[in-house]
Nanobody, 124 residues
């Protein structure tokens, strides 16, 4: 089992920044690819960003490319999502997820463990 807990969400004005973190426990963190997904009210969950187990490969949704950066610190069992130039459309609950694979993946079905999420609200 892997336990995941997100932190860093909040209310920010459009154009602002937030840094989300996700702390993992329970298994060897460096064996897992990690991802961030988000779900807005009334919408389906969507992929945001993913990073391979070593951190060498990253993927981004087109909607966040150039604004968001995913990174990980395997020694601290933590994955981050730096979000800049935030827009009201970025408002959602953000979840981190862990997949028992080496490579990064955009597919939510590949992820085995999910955190409860942290709310991000961007005001216009």
């Amino acid at each position: 089992q892997v336990q995941l807990v997100e932190a860093g969400g909040g209310l920010v004005q459009a154009g602002g920044s937030l840094r989300l973190s996700c702390a993992a426990s329970g298994r060897t963190f460096s064996n897992y690819a990690m991802g961030w997904f988000r779900q807005a009210p009334g919408k389906e969950r969507e992929f945001v960003a993913a990073i391979s187990s070593s951190g060498g490969v990253t993927y981004y949704a087109d909607s966040v490319k150039g604004r968001f950066t995913i990174s990980r610190a395997n020694a601290q069992n933590t994955v981050y999502l730096q979000m800049n130039s935030l827009k009201p459309d970025d408002t959602a609950v953000y979840h981190c997820a862990a997949a028992g694979i080496v490579g990064a993946s955009r597919m939510s079905q590949r992820y085995d463990y999910w955190g409860p999420g942290t709310q991000v609200t961007v005001s216009s």
